[in-house]
Every structure is written in structure tokens, then in C-alpha cells.
Nanobody, 114 residues
């Protein structure tokens, strides 16, 4: 059974930082490309960042230079370090595996106040 459990969200002031974590089970984590998505109220789901099995990263234009995705294969965990947060980053954040894309966790709420 595939499970993705996100954590680390919360309420933060603009300019602050948060670190999200996603623990994954039920898939071969080390060979999977992992991704972080977000969904803001009234908006479509947006791909925030991805990281391949070899560590190659890509970012959405809106978060480049502010967010950093990383992974720890031994802990089966993918991280999203979010710095210089803006109110427009407010959303529910989800992690997802490219090769088991039908599975989603419950997400973690990030709220950035102005």
C-alpha cells in the first residue's frame, strides 16, 4: 500500500521559512522522481518542485531561488525548504511520486501572513 505523509506546514509571517517533509512507503523510493505540488483556494494544482533519483531538481517559476527540494533515500523522505515566503505561497502542499502518481497524501497547510 502506497502512503505519503506530509508534515511541517503552519502559519508564518511573510519573509519567514518553513521546511516540509514527506515520508513515503509502499514504493521503491530511491528510484522514483518525487514532486511537490500545491493547491491554493480557487486555483488549480501547481507543480512546485521535483527531484529525480540522481538529485536533479527543477522548480516552478514562482518559487525559483526561494524553495529547495531535497531527498534522503535512507529515510524515504523528500523535503521542501521554503524561504522568503510570500502570502501568495499560501496553499495546501502535497508530495507525489512520478511513477505512482495516482497516490496522494493528505497534504499540509501553509499559510503566509502579510
Amino acid at each position: 500500500q502506497v502512503q505519503l505523509v506530509e508534515s511541517g506546514g503552519g502559519l508564518v509571517q511573510g519573509g519567514g521559512s518553513l521546511r516540509l517533509s514527506c515520508v513515503v512507503s509502499g514504493i521503491i523510493f530511491s528510484t522514483n522522481t518525487m514532486r511537490w505540488y500545491r493547491r491554493a483556494p480557487g486555483k488549480q494544482r501547481e507543480l512546485v518542485a521535483s527531484i529525480t533519483s540522481s538529485g536533479t531538481t527543477t522548480y516552478g517559476d514562482s518559487v525559483k531561488g526561494r524553495f529547495t527540494i531535497s531527498r534522503d533515500n535512507a529515510k524515504r523522505t523528500v523535503y521542501l525548504q521554503m524561504d522568503s515566503l510570500k502570502p501568495e505561497d499560501t496553499a495546501v502542499y502535497y508530495c507525489n511520486s512520478l511513477y505512482a502518481a495516482q497516490y496522494w497524501g493528505q497534504g499540509t497547510q501553509v499559510t503566509v501572513s502579510s
